[in-house]
């Protein structure tokens, strides 16, 4: 059992947020997994089931509710961007304490204001991960990368509030870094995400099709995206993304590929959307990004 266990609240148990709230069990915290009432009658009968090559197959235990009503030190928000308004319903800002973390992992960039506009800036933890982990039915989670990787930022939150949650993680198998830069740890992934995202829906093709079938717009695409960064205030490198390209497992795919395979609605707007509309405010040309979003058929989005 973890030396400091915390109460942690996962605003949304899919794949993400599943296989977190799975790892945090199984190292002794409380866990509560905030859903509609029918997956959580599932999650508290049955537990979280996670297949894992990293970390085997495993049932955590867990709590769940409809919303939350009790203490939590820690709320992980682990839903997709276009969900997140309705989402938040379920953690009232008259729940939480002054010292309460709330650790969104969503994708993008412009989420963290919303959420301190909510919240209130002391208690919002931007924070970014690196899985690929799919819930395949109420409760059960594939985790399909060999790694769980998560930066945590909060420039308006203490530093021992963060290396507390960064210890619960760490000891839950999760690789963790406590940065200091949001901006930087946001739009590094950003220059990581949009690509794969983007082309690999577009062309309905794995991460090792995308790296050498279409290697030109993939380097096109990973510049246009850091040179957005760096002008938004990020230190963001495209031969730092590259490299995490290659060194990937040719068969990964994106969230938002297995999405849009699905019919189910993608986070195009999260993504393609806040990438061009950042580049706009910069002014940084973009035009493979703004191609790519294009030709996936979502011309209705307000850049």
Partial sequence: MANDELTVAVLGPGGVGGLLAARLARAGHRVIC??????????REQGIHVRSDRYGTFTAR???????????????VAVKQMALDAALERVPAT?????????????????????????????????????ESTRVAPGVIEHGSPFVEVDLTGETVARGRLDRLAGALEWAGVQ??????????????MAFLAPLAL???????????????????????????????????AATEAAAA????????????????????????VELDAIGGALLRAAERHGVAVPVATRLVRELGWSFLEF
């Fill in 176 to 189: 963790v870094r406590v940065l200091d830069g949001e901006a930087s740890a946001l739009w590094a992934k």
């Fill in 62 to 76: 867990v709590a769940a509710d409809t919303e939350l009503r009790e203490r939590a030190d820690v709320v992980i």
């Fill in 242 to 265: 590259l490299a995490r390209y290659d060194a990937f497992p040719p068969q990964m795919r994106s969230s938002m590929q297995r999405d849009a395979e699905a019919g189910r609605p």
């Fill in 95 to 131: 729940a939480l304490d002054e010292d309460a973390l709330v650790v969104p992992l969503l994708n993008g960039v412009e989420h963290p204001a919303a959420l301190r506009g909510r919240y209130g800036d002391g208690r919002v933890a931007p924070a970014v991960i690196r899985v």
């Fill in 34 to 43: 905030l859903a509609s009432e029918e997956t959580g009658r599932t999650l």
């Fill in 199 to 233: 082309l690999t829906t577009r062309y309905g093709a794995t991460l090792g099709e995308i790296r050498t079938r279409y290697r030109a717009e993939l380097v096109s695409l990973v510049e246009e995206t850091a040179a957005v960064g760096r002008a938004s205030g």
